[in-house]
């Protein structure tokens, strides 16, 4: 056998220590791109440029285990054509604004460390549920409020199925949480809703059988079809049980969650919870340190601003019942 000739391939250049500075100084990766994670499947996200690009990356290695979720603004280095095939790398990620938590399992002993984050950044969480065929669940509403008051995300109720009936009953029930709401029926373009949703970062979350596919169909025809051809150049079929955001035409993102319904709550606190009613956040200043706010040990401060006429009782009755709702204990609507 001949002896093989060298050549440059054969030359192994160590990087040696360069006189030049080094790029302490200079932000790593200045070239990186803005991103927006769509979709997330067994280590691989789905990321859309500002142009609508495409992409599909992994994690820099620097990031180590950090948790990247739909809705998370990235930044990454690669090739950035979208081509087929092509892997970019996500080497930053954006503090978030929100983070839709639930923990894995309800109730006591659940610990800390297995709250997951379902969605970073949402602004809006979307409680989708049918006036009727399934008929509403207050103890399914409360449980996202909960969750949404938590996370300082706006609830928005969406009542489908207005066609079959109305929905003055469930709104009475929320009468003093001056809750947002949009009706959809099958006959006409969910215009409201549209209109919600515009420009912002939304979260869909419902039971089976509410009408939830049918609205985000009527809302994005096109997106599904997108993010499921680009998850299939990775690692395989795209996971319709996990979130995916969809673009809307005149802006903004809906996150639809097919996987999740219902939320654990074991990681909120009686206090976090008062996130949403600011009146009764400003009155537990009076309350004990550890207070439950329940009310039962007699000396919660938010009973003594209801006395006092500096808080509504039914309001407070509200923050109760969902206080309730959140330990696993719903009352009867
Ligand atoms: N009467 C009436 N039926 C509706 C309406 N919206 C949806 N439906 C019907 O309700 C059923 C369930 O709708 P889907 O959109 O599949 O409900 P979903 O919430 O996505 O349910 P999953 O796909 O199981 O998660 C379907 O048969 C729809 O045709 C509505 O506004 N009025
Ligand atoms: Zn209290």
């Known amino acids: 056998m001949r002896r093989r000739e060298y050549d440059e391939s054969d030359v192994r250049v160590r990087p040696g220590r360069?006189?030049?500075?080094?790029?302490?100084?200079?932000?790593r990766h200045e070239q990186a791109v803005d991103a927006f994670v769509v979709a997330v499947d067994r280590g691989r996200y789905t990321c859309a440029l500002d142009d609508g690009t495409v992409l599909l990356a992994m994690l820099a290695r620097e990031l180590?285990?950090?948790?990247?979720?739909?809705?998370?603004?990235?930044?990454?280095?690669?090739?950035?054509?979208?081509?087929?095939?092509?892997?970019?790398?996500i080497v930053r990620v954006a503090p978030r604004t929100s983070t839709l938590l639930r923990s894995a399992d309800d109730g006591a002993g659940t610990p800390a460390w297995r709250?997951?984050?379902?969605?970073?950044?949402?602004?809006?969480?979307?409680?989708?549920?049918?006036l009727a065929d399934p008929p509403p669940?207050?103890?399914?509403?409360?449980?996202?409020?909960?969750?949404?008051?938590?996370?300082?995300?706006?609830?928005?109720?969406?009542?489908?199925?207005?066609?079959?009936?109305?929905?003055e009953?469930?709104?009475?029930?929320?009468?003093?949480?001056?809750?947002?709401?949009?009706?959809?029926?099958?006959?006409e373009d969910p215009a409201a809703l549209r209109t919600a949703l515009a420009d912002q970062l939304s979260v869909l979350v419902g039971h089976s059988g509410v009408g939830k596919?049918?609205?985000?169909?009527?809302l994005v025809p096109e997106a599904r079809r997108a993010v499921g051809t680009v998850s299939a150049?990775?690692?395989?079929?795209?996971?319709?049980?996990?979130?995916?955001?969809?673009?809307?035409?005149?802006?903004?993102?809906?996150?639809?969650?097919?996987?999740?319904?219902s939320f654990g709550l074991a990681h909120i606190s009686p206090d976090d919870l008062l996130h949403g009613f600011a009146e009764l956040a400003d009155a537990s200043t009076g309350c004990l340190p550890n207070c439950d706010h329940s009310g039962l040990g007699g000396d919660c401060g938010l009973d003594k601003a209801v006395a006092d006429g500096a808080a509504d009782p039914r309001r407070l009755a509200s923050y109760r019942r969902l206080l309730a709702s959140r330990a696993g204990d719903e009352p009867p609507s």
Do not use: M
């Open 233 to 261: 150049v990775g690692k395989g079929r795209h996971t319709s049980s996990s979130a995916v955001a969809l673009p809307l035409a005149g802006g903004g993102w809906v996150i639809d969650t097919p996987g999740v319904r």
């Open 18 to 27: 360069s006189t030049r500075a080094r790029t302490r100084t200079r932000p």
């Open 137 to 167: 669940r207050t103890g399914f509403i409360d449980r996202c409020l909960v969750a949404a008051y938590d996370a300082g995300i706006t609830p928005l109720l969406c009542l489908t199925k207005a066609d079959l009936a109305g929905p």
């Open 64 to 89: 180590g285990r950090a948790g990247v979720v739909v809705g998370d603004r990235v930044a990454v280095v690669g090739d950035l054509s979208g081509r087929a095939g092509s892997l970019v790398r």
């Open 115 to 130: 709250e997951k984050v379902i969605v970073a950044n949402a602004v809006q969480l979307v409680i989708v549920s049918a």
């Open 213 to 218: 596919s049918t609205l985000v169909n009527r």
């Open 169 to 187: 009953a469930v709104l009475d029930y929320y009468a003093d949480l001056g809750l947002r709401y949009v009706l959809c029926r099958p006959d």
